[in-house]
């Protein structure tokens, strides 16, 4: 939900995370008076729009508040996330309950409904409903979809779209489709709805209403909504299938148990939101503590926990995430996992989102891995599983690590053309910092030491190739290839130390110390006064220019104890990113007019300043991005910190978001609570 719009909530639509409406009706009558809540543009007559009072957010939840006549009503969406539950984690819904207080003792009757936009293809769709037992069902799809296939916007066609309740003592369920004034205008008139589900027509949506009785102090309702896949992924050209079909084969069996969890679910997303908020908040302040809980949804909605789809077999367990908007890779990054999120930044949500994420990259799961280093660290073995099994088939055919498992998600078929996009120390890098971050934080050596001759492999191509650094790409490929990159020689030092660590292979070790001896102590890689790290080396590469670099890619070193680098270097960069201020936070680098809140966190936690301050002065940029009231995206990794070439006042403007929306990887901000508390401490 666009933040500009929460004002107007109960005439405002939510949308996908790429920018498409999504029809969510929600009305409540009162007594005789039927109010809209939400995503109601055109009510039937005698409808008036709720007053919106106030909006909040917490890691799991978004919370509207509306007045109807003296009642007070809470519409609230919760996506659970139960890092270590693969069950919960893997249903791919999100709860929306309504509460109703200060009623007088009113008859009250609560009704929702949603339309074929949620199936990403408009005039082609099937619905059908059901009941069994008190669990009533619709169920929408796209006929004749193709298996892995999506729309232009990003939405997957293949699956189906859920919107399910369930009646009780308290309530009665009542259903109906057809077209939305028609159906809208019998709920206004009289609380309930026919029974009446013709065949779908294009237009029609699909409600259910819920009688709550008179409500002398308060009640509420609960809906289900989602996306299932029968066939998630593509994972070399076997189907892999979502963890909770191990238990529940279809959809309406998945959705009745979703609804039968919802105290639990609920009760664990109260205790994570406090311990969040809580550790957060007295780690680094209220403003951090903002940033990271915006952050999780978004983070987790991209994890798709998978089984294969022919044995159901729990022990195969394989998370994918695809590279959301900015390119849409199997493992560099994400997942199509149904998520539901509203972003709100003050009382009345400046910047509130709705995200319905759908895949993996390498250089997205590193800045993405924080938040599972604290959460659940196994999530950082299962999410290089299907990496990493791929390249033990010899079908990647270059020295270094390759990017992604597959261009399009969710088509995890590997390149074994080679025609991968190449970043090759960047990703080397990578696998061999995350192996030893999953053996660090999980006390286990045993994965890594079944894969030791790939990991080994790859610490050699550092030792060739990760010093005299052919010109390249690194993971921000927009701003196009760089020989001796510094922050590519980091990644390379620090693999190489991650790897000794690894294995105990103290020559590896011994390099990769050399390469940071060259590169700060012996000054190849800073400028003459030894006051920051240059964007390349040696010193005549950067023609003359007193160029710099966020140096991200020395958090590791910092994080996993690796002392690749002497403290001097951390300090050194503390002191200079203040002098590199921009209007809105630092830049990336000395190229560019935008930042990337990941790697500023990165920094902010390896090279926190004295007494905090340029922690705290990357974090409060953030912030202030985040609540400038400039955005109507889903929280992006990247903004313009100060004036571009192209700065016309449009998108380009300062404050504003720059592409990225919605991606994984701001479980990256994470970083400072992953370094002040450690492994698994919010797990």
Do not use: C
């Not at 099937?126 to 892995?148: I, M």
């Not at 399910?164 to 489709?177: D, E, G, I």
């Not at 664990?268 to 311990?275: C, G, L, V």
């Not at 949500?349 to 709705?354: D, E, M, P, S, Y």
């Amino acid at each position: 939900m666009p933040g500009s719009l929460v004002a107007n909530l109960p005439s405002s639509s939510p949308q996908f995370w790429a920018g498409q409406n999504l029809t969510l009706g929600v009305l409540a009558r009162v007594g005789e008076e039927t109010f809209s809540l939400l995503g109601v543009p055109s009510p039937p007559s005698g409808v008036r729009p709720a007053a919106v009072s106030s909006a909040e957010y917490t890691s799991t939840h978004t919370i509207f508040t509306l007045t109807a006549g003296n009642a007070t009503i809470k519409v609230d969406f919760l996506s659970p996330v139960s890092p270590s539950n693969y069950l919960r984690q893997s249903l791919p819904f999100s709860y929306l309950t309504i509460s109703v207080s200060n009623a007088d003792g009113l008859a009250v009757q609560i009704y929702a409904d949603i339309d074929e936009s949620w199936t990403g293809q408009s005039g082609s769709t099937t619905a059908n409903s059901s009941t069994s037992g008190q669990t009533s069902v619709f169920q929408l799809s796209v006929n004749d979809a193709t298996t892995y296939t999506q729309n232009a916007m990003d939405q997957a066609l293949w699956g189906e779209t859920i919107f399910a309740a369930r009646s009780s003592n308290s309530s009665k369920v009542t259903l109906q489709s057809g077209g939305p004034a028609s159906v809208r205008g019998l709920f206004a008139s009289n609380g309930t709805l026919s029974g009446s589900t013709p065949a779908y027509g294009a237009g029609d949506v699909v409600a259910i209403a819920q009688d709550l009785g008179p409500v002398s102090s308060s009640a509420s309702v609960t809906y289900a909504i989602g996306y299932t896949r029968d066939a998630a992924v593509n994972y070399l050209g076997q189907a892999r299938a979502s963890y909770y079909t191990a238990t529940y084969k279809d959809s309406t069996s998945a959705v009745s148990y979703f609804l039968d969890d919802y105290a639990e679910a609920a009760a664990e997303a109260s205790a994570m939101d406090s311990n969040i908020d809580s550790k957060a908040t007295s780690t680094a302040g209220t403003n951090y503590s903002d940033i990271v809980s915006l952050s999780v949804r978004q983070a987790y909605g991209a994890a798709d926990l998978t089984i294969p789809a022919d044995t159901f077999d729990t022990n195969d367990l394989m998370l994918f995430l695809k590279e959301i908007s900015s390119d849409g890779n199997v493992n560099t990054g994400m997942s199509f996992t149904f998520l539901l999120i509203l972003r709100v930044q003050d009382s009345l949500g400046k910047n509130a989102l709705v995200v319905l994420t759908s895949d993996s990259l390498v250089d997205v799961i590193y800045p993405t891995f924080p938040i599972f280093y604290v959460m659940d660290p196994e999530y950082i073995r299962l999410v290089l599983e299907p990496v990493v099994r791929y390249l033990e088939t010899g079908r990647w055919p270059s020295p270094w690590t390759i990017h992604d498992i597959g261009s399009s998600y969710p088509n995890a078929i590997g390149h074994d053309d080679g025609k991968a996009e190449q970043q090759p120390i960047e990703e080397t890098g990578n696998i061999l910092i995350l192996a030893y971050a999953y053996t660090l934080a999980t006390n286990s050596s045993t994965w890594a030491q079944s894969h030791r001759a790939l990991f080994q492999g790859y610490a050699n191509y550092l030792v060739t190739d990760g010093f005299n650094i052919a010109s390249q790409l690194s993971t921000d490929d927009g701003e196009g290839p760089l020989p001796n990159t510094t922050n590519l020689a980091v990644k390379a030092a620090v693999g190489l130390t991650a790897f000794g660590a690894l294995f105990n292979e103290q020559n590896y070790t011994n390099i990769g110390l050399g390469y940071a001896n060259e590169l700060y102590n012996n000054g190849l890689a800073t400028d003459p006064g030894k006051t920051h790290f240059l964007l390349q080396y040696p010193e005549s590469l950067n023609n003359g220019s007193d160029t710099y670099s966020t140096v991200f890619n020395l958090y590791p070193d910092a994080l996993l104890g690796l002392n690749t680098f002497p403290q001097a270097a951390f300090e050194m960069q503390a002191a200079f990113y203040p002098s590199q201020q921009a209007t809105a936070g630092v830049p990336l680098d000395s190229r560019v007019p935008w930042a990337k809140t990941d790697w500023q966190l990165f920094a902010a936690s390896s090279s926190p300043g004295p007494d905090s301050s340029t922690r705290d002065l990357f974090i409060n940029d953030i912030h202030a991005f985040i609540s400038n009231g400039l955005n109507t995206a889903p929280f992006s990794d990247r903004y313009f910190v100060r004036p571009g070439p192209t700065d016309t006042g449009g998108q380009d403007v300062v404050g504003g978001y720059n592409a990225y929306r919605a991606r994984p990887t701001v479980g990256g901000h994470f970083a400072v609570l992953a370094k002040a508390l450690g492994a698994r401490s919010l797990g």
